[in-house]
């Protein structure tokens, strides 16, 4: 099978196919920095410890990733809140994921275009 052939980076060095050039890897890094330090911190998002109780009773009560089976390990938002506390707060758009279910598929959910 063919592999990506490999290309020169606008920085001017060689990147094997299908890498990303060390340069591209630290602006993506700066990017996210950026992005972080206008983002509210979790608790000023609702993740205090009310929500600490309240999601750990869930997963008690939901103990499988409702994905993949595997032990649930946080409470994950159906339809994310976007700091709607009103529907933070609803049992019925929670949902038990484990970590990798929650972190790879559920979040490229919600990047995917509408």
């Given at each position: 099978?063919?592999?990506?052939?490999?290309?020169?980076?606008?920085?001017?060095?060689?990147?094997?196919?299908?890498?990303?050039?060390?340069?591209?890897?630290?602006?993506?890094?700066?990017?996210?920095?950026?992005?972080?330090l206008?983002?509210?911190?979790?608790?000023?998002?609702?993740?205090?410890?009310?929500?600490?109780?309240?999601?750990?009773?869930?997963?008690?009560?939901?103990?499988s990733?409702r994905?993949?089976?595997?032990?649930?390990?946080?409470?994950?938002?159906?339809?994310?809140?976007?700091?709607?506390?009103?529907?933070?707060?609803?049992?019925?758009?929670?949902?038990?994921l484990?970590?990798?279910?929650?972190?790879?598929?559920?979040?490229?959910?919600?990047?995917?275009?509408?």
């Amino acid at each position: 099978m063919p592999s990506k052939p490999g290309r020169i980076c606008p920085c001017g060095f060689k990147v094997p196919g299908g890498e990303r050039c060390s340069c591209q890897l630290r602006r993506d890094r700066e990017r996210k920095a950026r992005h972080d330090l206008k983002r509210p911190s979790s608790s000023a998002r609702g993740y205090n410890p009310a929500w600490q109780k309240e999601s750990a009773e869930f997963r008690r009560a939901n103990p499988s990733c409702r994905r993949c089976g595997a032990p649930a390990t946080l409470v994950d938002h159906i339809e994310p809140h976007r700091g709607n506390m009103k529907l933070f707060w609803n049992r019925a758009n929670w949902q038990p994921l484990c970590t990798p279910c929650h972190s790879r598929a559920k979040q490229a959910e919600e990047k995917a275009p509408r």
